[in-house]
């Protein structure tokens, strides 16, 4: 019943992340893909970065500790996509700002060269909520 109401609740009040996460899936349709706690999970080509939207989830290509804990990170933007519903785009800017521009920015600096990439509000958040929903390990 939960995962009914995981994939209503993506699909309606969530409709244009999952609906952007299925144009994202179909051009990775070659890739690995596995249910995961009523998200798609797609294993693709890039090493380190993970997405997050609406029902689909992306995670980087390697099995292991990080991807692991990448799967629970994305999973936990997931849950954000569920309460925010169409704000989540609010969400993806932040997130696409702090991982693209100004993480590689800071992490480029002697100051903050050990930052980790939950500094910022809402990747900490995600972490945090992937954790408390899935009970295993997310990355920090």
Known sequence: MK?????LVQCTWGLGQTF???L???IHITRPHRIYKGAVETS??????GLSLGLFIFVPRDEGDYQRGARVHE?????QSLVLGPLYA????VSVGWGSIIFPILK???KYKDIPYTKCFVEYNASWLGEKVTGEKAVW
């Open 3 to 7: 995962r009914f109401l995981y994939i």
């Open 20 to 22: 952007i996460g299925l």
């Open 24 to 26: 994202f899936f179909l």
């Open 44 to 49: 693709w080509k890039n090493p380190y970065a």
């Open 75 to 79: 999973y936990g933007h997931t849950i």
């Open 90 to 93: 609010l969400v993806g800017i």
């Open 108 to 110: 480029g600096t002697k």
